[in-house]
């Protein structure tokens, strides 16, 4: 029985998300290697598995108002098959209803059994003549929780900060892969990049599968979103100078860092994860950065040897990244509201004993991937409160909507 390779490779994804908490992106990349498709098919499989992620409870919402089994009778398997039929019925136009159909249905003979068949053919031909079954109530919460698939509570959450549906449009949308000039290996880059405007080496990717270009192998571009770019960008590190990047891994900041530099000075870049500190290391090789030393730190504990050693200090801290849903739609079906109170607590260990290593006159850059005012704004407030000693130079909330980035906070503080 030929199956659609695509559909069935997205399917293992979303069953191992879902069964075994994996990582949309890695449980993806790990799939697509052992299969044998071009890139075409890699792409469709991509499509199908993170837009099935990103619209679940749109998509769910259907099948309860549709199928005669429950959800939760339904087998991990069948449900992620109706899942991937109403995505690509609802979301994908230039693929015939009538394809779609019988590509699930050979998926569930052989992750199901006939009367799962019957169960999938007969939900998907009533959804390709279906509605959306969405509250009448237009800007109520639970329409829009149901129309762009957010949990119900974060719509409300983002709702009373002020960000409404602009917001959720546009982290439902397809973000572009940005790449960063990286002027120590080169200074121009072909065609299939094309220059953002306002950032000095930020370009969008006019291709897939970055990592095997040329100009990634040979370290002449890196992958970092424009948001994280602009953020050291805008700290603007001299050369000869010394940095501190408290919470690296990968390490995008660092190694803008040390390019800004021009690879002089010192860059010390921690992590506390053993791991993660390898990737650091494989990207300084990478880039040809020589100016940087990696060492394990846990940066909520406070280290003598940093204090009032460096010019630049940053402290890029653990956040709820809800900002980075665009990329990871997974985030936000495994966080909830007090997980986000609970961050609060070690972003401010972190950024005072960060607030320690700055010499005077310097400058400590405060950043998170997300969008909530309690981990963003109210602790900048909060932290000048407790550190007297320094004044805020610039904040900024980017947002999808507004700027095209990830949503990404951005504090400069200077010691005074």
């Known amino acids: 029985m030929a199956l659609s390779k695509p559909r069935e490779a997205a399917l293992k994804t979303l069953v191992s998300v879902e069964k075994d908490g994996a990582y949309i992106n890695l449980a993806l990349r790990d799939i697509l290697s052992s299969c044998d498709m071009d890139a075409r098919d890699n792409?469709?499989?991509?499509?199908?598995?993170?837009?099935?992620?990103?619209?679940?409870?749109?998509?769910?919402?259907?099948?309860?108002?549709?199928?005669?089994?429950?959800?939760?009778?339904?087998?991990?398997?069948?449900l992620n098959i109706l899942r991937i039929g109403i995505f690509s019925i609802k979301f994908l136009d230039k693929i015939p209803v009538s394809a779609t159909v019988?590509?699930?249905?050979?998926?569930?003979?052989?992750?199901?059994?006939?009367?799962?068949?019957?169960?999938?053919?007969?939900?998907?031909?009533?959804?390709?003549?279906?509605?959306?079954?969405?509250p009448d109530n237009k800007n109520s919460d639970e329409y829009l929780s149901l129309k762009y698939s957010f949990?119900?509570?974060?719509?409300?959450?983002?709702?009373?900060?002020?960000?409404?549906?602009?917001?959720?449009?546009?982290?439902n949308t397809t973000p572009p892969?940005?790449?960063?000039?990286?002027?120590?290996?080169?200074?121009?880059?072909?065609?299939?990049?094309?220059?953002?405007p306002g950032l000095p080496h930020a370009y969008v990717c006019n291709m897939g599968a970055v990592e095997n270009t040329e100009e990634y192998i040979n370290g002449i571009i890196t992958i970092q979103d424009s948001?994280?770019?602009?953020?050291?960008?805008?700290?603007?590190p001299k050369e000869n100078s010394r940095v501190l990047d408290l919470c690296a891994a990968p390490g995008g900041k660092t190694t803008y860092?040390?390019?800004?530099?021009?690879?002089t000075g010192e860059v010390i870049s921690c992590d506390i994860h053993p791991h993660k500190l390898e990737l650091i290391k494989n990207n300084l090789s990478r880039l040809g950065i020589t100016n940087t030393k990696v060492m394990e730190n846990?940066?909520?504990?406070?280290n003598s040897e940093f204090i009032d050693k460096f010019d630049y200090v940053i402290a890029d801290v653990p956040c709820s990244a809800l900002g980075v849903i665009r990329r990871r739609p997974d985030v936000k079906w495994t966080k909830n509201e007090e997980e986000l109170t609970n961050l609060t607590g070690i972003s401010e260990k972190i950024l005072d004993n960060a607030a320690q290593y700055v010499k005077k006159g310097g400058k400590l850059l405060f950043s998170t991937c997300t969008i909530n005012k309690s981990e963003n704004e109210d602790a900048a407030n909060a932290f000048l409160s407790r550190n007297k000693g320094f004044k805020l130079v610039e904040c900024e909330q980017l947002l999808p909507h507004i700027h095209g980035t990830d949503g990404f906070f951005i504090a400069i503080f200077e010691r005074i």
């Open 257 to 263: 860092a040390a390019q800004l530099m021009n690879n």
């Open 227 to 236: 948001a994280s770019q602009t953020a050291v960008s805008h700290l603007n």
């Open 151 to 171: 949990p119900l509570w974060l719509v409300t959450f983002w709702r009373k900060q002020g960000y409404g549906e602009e917001l959720l449009k546009a982290i």
């Open 177 to 196: 892969i940005i790449a960063r000039l990286n002027t120590l290996k080169g200074d121009t880059l072909s065609e299939s990049f094309t220059k953002i």
């Open 43 to 78: 792409a469709l499989s991509t499509q199908i598995a993170f837009g099935v992620i990103k619209n679940k409870l749109y998509i769910d919402n259907i099948i309860k108002n549709i199928s005669t089994v429950k959800i939760k009778k339904l087998s991990v398997w069948i």
């Open 102 to 134: 019988n590509e699930c249905v050979k998926l569930s003979r052989r992750y199901g059994h006939s009367a799962s068949a019957g169960l999938v053919n007969a939900v998907l031909r009533k959804a390709s003549q279906s509605g959306d079954f969405l």
């Open 298 to 302: 846990d940066a909520t504990v406070l």
